[in-house]
Nanobody, 126 residues
Framework: QVQLVESGGGSVQAGGSLKLSCAASGYTYSTNCVGWFRQAPGKQREGVARIYTGSGTTYYTDSVKGRFTISQDKPKKTVYLQMNSLKPEDTAMYYC???????????????????WGQGTQVTVSS
């Protein structure tokens, strides 16, 4: 059974930092695309960052480049999202998701994120 468990959310002031964790289990982690997504109230869900666990190649949406860093600890099957210089507009529920194809070759625009965690709330106050 695939499980993705997020942790590390919380409330911080603008300019602060948080580090989210996503612990994966129940599937072949070593060749998989794992992403962080967020959804604010009344807004569509958006992709924030992705990492291909096979090579460590990373991808970011423009609004977080230079501020957020996605990384992994392969032995622990855990993906992290280090968030620095947080802004009020980063406030959202953050979700970890994994490619349904657990033997994937990378992260692609059409990656099917079929496995999702429950989310962790991030609130940034001004």
């Amino acid at each position: 059974q695939v499980q993705l468990v997020e942790s590390g959310g919380g409330s911080v002031q603008a300019g602060g930092s948080l580090k989210l964790s996503c612990a994966a289990s129940g599937y072949t982690y070593s060749t998989n695309c794992v992403g962080w997504f967020r959804q604010a109230p009344g807004k569509q869900r958006e992709g924030v960052a992705r990492i291909y666990t096979g090579s460590g190649t990373t991808y970011y949406t423009d609004s977080v480049k230079g501020r957020f860093t996605i990384s992994q600890d392969k032995p622990k099957k855990t993906v992290y999202l280090q968030m620095n210089s947080l802004k009020p507009e980063d406030t959202a529920m953050y979700y970890c998701a994994a490619d349904r194809n657990t033997y994937g070759l990378g992260c692609f625009p059409r990656t099917d994120f079929g496995y999702w965690g429950q989310g962790t709330q991030v609130t940034v106050s001004s």
